[in-house]
């Protein structure tokens, strides 16, 4: 029998009780002991109907405490470095939830903070989209069967900002996503997955819709972040990947990721959905290769990297600092209206 492991949660909002809670709690001797919400009412929601004992309403009450040997971080990104330094600091493994940081300077700070303590794990909630296909996409591109990859289109609209009467959302506003946009970090870390580090991006982008009604202050609020952003990225190995992210496109196809390689197409359309189609044949669909659909398995791979001292795989700090990276290089482009290097950010 293992050792219980003792986990809190800071920010128990959707992600957390729809996945973490339920996820942690489902695997033998993990205990939820601590929950600290925005408010001393959500919290105590959040408490009751997941049976965790103790409500706290300060943060550091939970970095303190002696039964705590794990915290998931759940509040928006705004709140991630913080938080994050402070559970490493006080000896307590973080799952802390994507987008890793406000901009690249917070998750540098987060990845020197793991490093500082490299007995403990810190991993980050990956991108989830991609899981049933994504070792099966890297074998892909390993055995060469689609040739020189050239380029890949990254497709991600959606009409949910269409309606200006809509309400505010945290990700319409920097003060609490810094630098993320939409789902661009998203789907960035799964090209990054998929075909390796960004070197150099383009970007332009609009906010079409510049006041939300703020629903708790009953006061119309000023979006400061983009809904329909069009990126040009150049990866480390040559290959030019296009993305076009918009939440004002009405009717829009799902998302997807096309790779196209000089010898076959590869095309994603979610899920598991996967087609090949090779130049002079015929397209054929892909099933994920046997034992590697694994699908949301982040609180089980947390538990194991703690207990099995298993390395971080989906996320590691390394590869969130990396998206982060690419995300400011995306703003700062967008900003100054001029190509970056990530080796300027």
Known sequence: MADPLRVAFIGAGGNTTLRHLPGLLAIEDVQAVAVCNRTAVSGQRVADEFGIARVESDPAAIFEANDVDAVCIGTWPYRHREYTVRALEAGKHVLCEARMAMNATEAREMLAASRM???LV??????????L???TVRRLLRENTLGAIREAHVD????SGVAEDGPLHWR???EFSGMNTMMFGIFSEMVSRWLGATERVVADAATFVRRRRDEVSGTDVWVDVPDSLGVFAELRGGTRVT???S???????PPSISVYG???TLHWRGGDDLTLSRVGGESEQITPDEGTAIGWNVEQDFVDSIRDHKPVELTSFEDGLHYMRITEAVARSREEGRAVSLEEV
């Open 262 to 264: 000089s010898d076959a």
């Open 117 to 119: 303590r490299d007995d």
């Open 122 to 131: 810190a991993q980050l909630v990956p991108a989830p989209m991609d899981l």
């Open 133 to 135: 296909v994504w070792r």
């Open 156 to 159: 991600v609209l959606n009409g």
């Open 243 to 245: 993305y076009r992210i």
């Open 247 to 253: 939440t004002v496109a009405h009717d829009a196809p």
């Open 172 to 174: 319409h506003q920097t």
